[in-house]
């Protein structure tokens, strides 16, 4: 690619803004858009998108893919915590680059993502191309989380976690942020530890609230109150904090996260699967939050398609509420685009000159996108990762043509499937 200019054709679509039927998009040597102009039309079809942030992931539990089916949370999270005590290092970095083929040939650009996190591992999603808000596992006092793999105690997961900070500060590709995992596991003073040193140090926070019933009512039994109150009290909810969620948040904790300008990250597909229930994504965006979307882990979901969760997304609110209008697909291209992007703490793009170029071409060149009257509604309504063709992140293709410049598909499906294998 050195020396050749990257430049895209296709039909235009952005949240807010009308399609562009026939636009020519061209990619500078400084990782944003040199340019966007008419095209002439007349060639392949295809759409061109900003690229999907992934809001919330657990990309190193690739190997544990569909584990525990049928189980709810928090019975879930009992199989597959004991199956990641197993994991070694090597394990979660083949997971993990499993997880980055699957979201980048997805459309993937940007990921937040809660795991067991460490200097090599975060360089390995840097090689990848993708940008990565690594959010450093922080479970609680008891307990020492993906042993096998390295994990230390609490006091050795916060150290990393800002060992991560100082490393990638900086970092074009890398937000590093604290991954608080839940009241029920790290509690109200590993909430109020981590919200001190995030305060002092300015790293964001990923952390799981309300996910469930039985989780809000554990914690209200425990403490007189709810998950998303524990966090507001100890001022773990900020604007660079990004709640996994929220499905059973009450109005009175929504008008909290509101305050505080803390985002959700809805996950459809997960609260389905683990029968969590339907997050009241269009009443979080009319109390004024900063609603992304996400897949959560290949364990929970178990595909990490950002356009299946886009449509998830949108079926969920209108047949719940019973309303057509409930959720539009400009809606959803919000959400899987620029506030995914804010909420991460990247600079959202909106592919006109001068912003990042991270764009994702689609292929509308199928039976299934014919008539192409609506690029938008291909995109919303049928479209699915397998039709991505090209992925560019910060000016870098991480995909061209349905070929993965950046990772060794065959390699890391050998490594992931022996690993499955030892785990049997
Ligand atoms: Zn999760």
């Known amino acids: 690619m050195q ?34 102009e008419q095209a002439s039309g007349g060639t392949a079809r295809k759409v061109l998108v900003p690229g999907f942030a992934n809001g919330h992931s657990h990309a190193g539990m690739a190997a544990l893919r569909g ?36 979201m980048i040939r997805g459309g993937t650009t940007a990921v937040a993502d809660a795991f067991l996190w460490n200097e090599r591992l975060v360089e390995a999603a840097v090689e990848a191309g993708i940008r ?11 307990g020492v989380p993906y042993e096998a793999a390295g994990g230390q105690p609490l ?69 007189g109150e709810t998950p998303i109150e524990t966090a507001a009290r100890t001022g773990l909810l900020t604007p660079s904090t990004v709640i996994a969620h929220a499905v059973h948040a009450t109005d009175d904790d929504l008008a909290l996260i509101a305050a505080s300008g803390a985002s959700i990250v809805h996950n459809p597909g997960s609260n389905l699967k683990l029968g969590s229930g339907i997050a009241r994504v269009t009443r979080m965006r009319e109390a004024g939050i900063r609603v992304a979307l996400g897949t959560d882990g290949p364990a929970s979901n178990d595909a990490l398609d950002p356009l299946r969760e886009l449509r998830l997304a949108l079926q969920l609110q209108r047949g719940s509420l019973e309303r057509a209008d409930a959720l539009s697909v400009d809606d959803g291209l919000e959400m899987l685009t620029v506030n995914g992007y804010e909420a991460l703490g990247f600079e959202p793009t909106a592919l006109e000159p001068g912003d990042p170029a991270d764009l994702v071409a689609v292929s509308a060149d199928s039976v299934h996108a014919e008539p192409f009257h609506s690029p938008s509604g291909f995109l919303g309504w049928v479209a699915t990762g397998a039709d991505v063709t090209d992925v560019v ?25 022996r690993i499955a294998a030892r785990l049997r």
Do not use: K
């Open 155 to 223: 006091d050795g997961q916060i150290a990393m976690a800002e060992r991560i900070g100082e490393a990638f500060r900086g970092h074009p590709l890398v937000r590093p942020t604290y991954g608080v995992h839940a009241v029920y596991t790290s509690g109200p003073e590993v909430f109020a530890r981590v919200a001190e040193r995030a305060a002092g140090n300015g790293m964001g926070v990923q952390v799981h609230l309300s996910e469930s019933p039985a989780e809000v009512a554990e914690a209200l039994a425990a403490r």
């Open 393 to 417: 992140v910060a000016g870098r293709p991480l995909l061209r043509d349905g070929e993965l410049l950046t990772l060794d598909e065959e390699r890391i499906r050998y490594e992931v499937a």
């Open 67 to 102: 584990l525990g089916d049928g189980l709810p949370l928090l019975e879930w999270l009992r199989v597959v915590m004991s199956a990641e005590s197993l994991l070694t290092e090597d394990d979660v970095l083949w997971s993990l680059r499993l997880s980055l083929a699957e």
């Open 132 to 142: 990565i808000a690594p959010g450093v596992a922080v479970f609680g006092p008891e």
């Open 3 to 36: 020396g050749m200019t990257l430049r895209f054709e296709g039909a235009l679509v952005r949240a807010g803004r009308p399609d562009l039927p026939d636009a020519r998009i061209e990619v500078g040597d400084d990782g944003r858009v040199r340019s966007l």
